[in-house]
């Protein structure tokens, strides 16, 4: 059964989850009774939603590198909740370069101590000199432009900032970013890092229309620095998108803007060319600007700076509060929670992009609360009360008096209560009295525990009708035989992981064929497992991060080694493939948020049937290709399944198909070591086996990539031979 369901983590009903982030309606204002509730709300949204100001050269006079508190205040007027200030100061910030002189910048000039360390951490965000190229084609200039930023890194780090911001003005900045990559990894200082990228290709000082790639992306340019960085955490770097008045395609067509979904996106820079003037004289966005924003804002703890490109401002003093108006009118109702809604929403968030690792009932025995879980999913059993009513319907019709029904991995009995209702139903629709058709019933189970509350069941709610059986259903055959056992005419189990196959349902279910009869029906009758390509920089760098503390080194792993009492007396868990490639070599289930899928379509992994009368082999083998329709990096595949219970009565976890309101699984993820680019155009496949040995069973995987011209690029297999995720029989 499904891995998803660990923890008691999914109690929530799918409305609340796919409502989770309750947004007000558009017309929130007019829905609230009060004038006051309209101005709180309003009130709110300045707090809510962080606008701040980038102090421009048309400001800058030497004096405000000594009145950062008179420059905030002022700010704060006009309803600003942050500054993004030169660190260096505005002389050194606002220094030009001369080309061919002896470039010497002048020294940072802005003090700390005229603001308390918590003032500057709240309200000042430090831009580095724009004038910094460290990709300049000025080697002398790069190196000056090298040596300065790293002096104004330190400096940001002295100040105790919390954020600070850069502006890459190239298409490609290996030399920025090899300096970010060392920074980022080897300095024990955190603040957030805003990279800011061009408003478009075009703009990008290194652009030539000749040799710049046709499909070359801002999305392309970011991804590039972020590998650049090794991809650090998203919480310490995070782009920023440069919005101008000209949007370009990308952020126009949603399947491209859509891939900031699944990137680290710190905010917005707004250039206030974007304004126009509304019917009323202010400032105001046009719609495109107001619907990319919108598309992606996620939360209201993203950033928006707005960036001065003239100096109108200063003479019309109502401007600048107009340009904050206006952005916080565009987001303010996106994620706005009522008061009502938040408790509920704050809980499902706590679930999202979470890794758990798939349940393995059959080698491990689940407890009470993991199978109090599994019972809250009414959707479910009634699915398979319909199933078995189907069946009895079926069977019933030639006038039989008795049907003998086995519940394989019967748990705590749901499904043996839900079969004796549908025995109820079909007796109380189709049957006269003194003919009624009676379901002798067997549960078999494996879980000991679990069978102290099967007998309770049996006793307290079957009226003594139930037969259990505790035993490892694959020796069910050996012991029906032993015990006078009737076969049975159908049998009943739920033994399914996110991917259907992965709790090792049809090696459980091969166990019990020889004491079928040739015409034994099994809800259920068929699952079939999908998968869709994923981007999510977020969840890759989750399954990379993870790490083993100190006092579980011994807790086994999911792969096939055990842990062994070493040298010294302690037991531990050796993982000779190294961590990481453990970490990325499993499969995992994750209620995905963060993440973007890359295919419209999912499409179909493994079939199994039941009953498996032939005997087939439960190993697997699939290609499956995916045409890549935007530039993206690649971070796995997302698995999902459908069950066949019986003719049409199907649930699905499939998106397309999905079971309205049942919350058992949530989807699988099948990781890659490392996230795969792909262009448009491009084709990915996932090979993937499934493998069974004697002792268990393991999928090996990897991905394919085809370029237009025929070139193919392969991934490691991992997981070779279960070494990192085995699924014990
Ligand atoms: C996913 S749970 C489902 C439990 C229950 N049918 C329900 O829907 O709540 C699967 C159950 O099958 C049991 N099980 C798994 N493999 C088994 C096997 N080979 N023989 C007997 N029981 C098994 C597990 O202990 C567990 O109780």
Redesign the pocket.
């Known amino acids: 059964?499904?891995s998803h369901r660990t923890y008691a983590d999914d109690l929530f009903p799918q409305e609340v989850m796919d409502s989770g982030t309750a947004t007000p309606p558009q017309d929130y204002p007019s829905s609230t009774s009060s004038q006051s509730s309209h101005q709180h709300y309003l009130e709110s949204a300045n707090s809510r939603i962080h606008v701040g100001w980038v102090t421009s050269p048309y400001e800058a006079k030497e004096e405000l590198d000594t009145a950062i508190s008179g420059h905030c205040s002022r700010l704060g007027e006009a309803k600003y909740t942050f500054v993004a200030f030169p660190v260096g100061g505005v002389v050194r910030g606002f220094w030009k370069p001369v080309e061919g002189a002896k470039n010497e910048p002048p020294a940072i000039q802005l003090p700390d101590v005229q603001l308390a360390n918590n003032l500057w951490e709240t309200y000042v965000t430090g831009r580095t000199s724009p004038w910094i190229d460290c990709d300049s084609e000025d080697p002398k200039f790069a190196e000056i432009s090298e040596e300065s930023l790293i002096t104004e890194l330190n400096y940001i780090a002295y100040m105790g900032l919390n954020s600070m911001t850069i502006q890459l003005n190239r298409i490609s900045s290996p030399r920025t970013a090899a300096l970010f990559n060392k920074w980022v990894w080897t300095r024990n200082t955190r603040f957030t890092m805003w990279i800011q990228l061009p408003s478009s290709v075009e703009q990008c000082l290194d652009f030539d229309p000749q040799s710049t790639p046709k499909n070359m992306d801002i999305w392309t340019i970011w991804a590039n620095f972020r590998q650049g960085c090794y991809n650090f955490s998203g919480v310490y770097l995070q782009a920023m998108l440069r919005i101008a008045g000209d949007l370009p395609d990308e952020f126009v067509d949603t399947k491209r803007v859509d891939r900031w979904k699944a990137e680290p996106l710190g905010g917005f820079v707004v250039e206030t060319d974007v304004y126009a003037t509304d019917r009323n004289g202010m400032a105001s966005l046009s719609s495109a600007h107001i619907s990319f924003l919108r598309q992606l804002w996620s939360s209201d703890d993203l950033r928006i700076l707005v960036d001065p490109k003239t100096d109108t401002f200063l003479y019309n003093v109502t401007l600048k509060a107009e340009y904050a108006l206006a952005l916080r009118q565009a987001v303010r109702d996106v994620n706005y929670k009522s008061s009502e809604s938040s408790t509920t929403s704050l809980a499902v968030s706590e679930y999202k992009d979470v890794l758990q690792a798939p349940l393995q009932?059959?080698s491990e025995?689940?407890d009470s609360s993991v199978?109090n879980v599994?019972?809250q999913d009414k959707i479910k059993y009634d699915a398979y009360g319909d199933a078995v009513m189907g069946v009895l319907k079926e069977l019933g019709a030639d006038g039989r008096k008795e049907i003998v029904i086995y519940?394989?991995?019967?748990?705590?009995g749901?499904?043996g209560t839900t079969i004796l209702r549908a025995e109820k139903d079909y007796n109380t629709k189709f049957r006269q009295k003194g003919d009624h058709l009676k379901v002798k019933l067997y549960i078999?189970?494996?879980?000991a525990n679990?069978i102290i509350t099967l007998r309770y069941m049996n006793h307290r709610t079957w009226r003594r009708r139930v037969t259990i059986i505790e035993?490892?259903?694959?020796r069910l055959p050996e012991i029906a035989r032993k015990m006078n056992y009737h076969q049975p005419d159908l049998i009943v189990s739920?033994?399914?992981g996110s991917i259907g196959d992965n709790?090792?349902s049809p090696e459980?279910l091969d166990?019990v064929t020889d004491f079928l009869k040739p015409e034994t029906i099994s809800i259920p009758q068929k699952y079939i497992s999908y998968v869709a390509p994923i981007m999510s920089n977020h969840i890759h760098q989750t399954i990379r991060a993870q790490s083993i503390p100190y006092l579980a080194r011994g807790l086994p792993s999911h792969g096939r080694l055990q842990p062994e009492l070493n040298g010294e007396g302690a037991w531990v868990q050796l993982y000779p493939q190294g961590d990481i490639i453990n970490n990325m070599d499993q499969i995992y289930v994750v209620f995905l948020s963060k993440y973007i899928s890359l295919s419209r379509q999912t499409k179909e992994m493994f079939t199994f049937q039941h009953p498996n009368f032939q005997h087939s082999t439960n190993e697997r083998s699939a290609f499956i290709e995916f045409p890549i329709d935007r530039n993206t990096d690649i971070m796995g595949f997302a698995g999902y399944f459908d069950l066949h219970l019986y003719k049409n009565v199907i649930l699905s976890t499939v998106p397309e198909t999905h079971t309205p309101g049942m919350m058992s699984w949530f989807p699988a993820l099948i990781p890659l070591r490392e996230q795969l680019r792909a262009d448009d155009g491009d084709t990915v496949a996932l090979k993937i086996n499934r493998k069974v040995d004697q002792g268990g069973v393991w999928y090996e995987w990897s991905a394919q990539l085809k370029k237009p011209n025929g070139e193919i690029i392969t991934t490691p297999i991992q997981n070779p031979n279960g070494e990192s995720y085995y699924m014990r029989m």
């Open positions: 059964m499904s009932p059959l025995n689940l199978y599994f019972e519940l394989l991995g019967g748990g705590r749901p499904i078999v189970e494996k879980n679990a035993s490892d259903m694959r739920e033994l399914l709790e090792l459980c166990g």
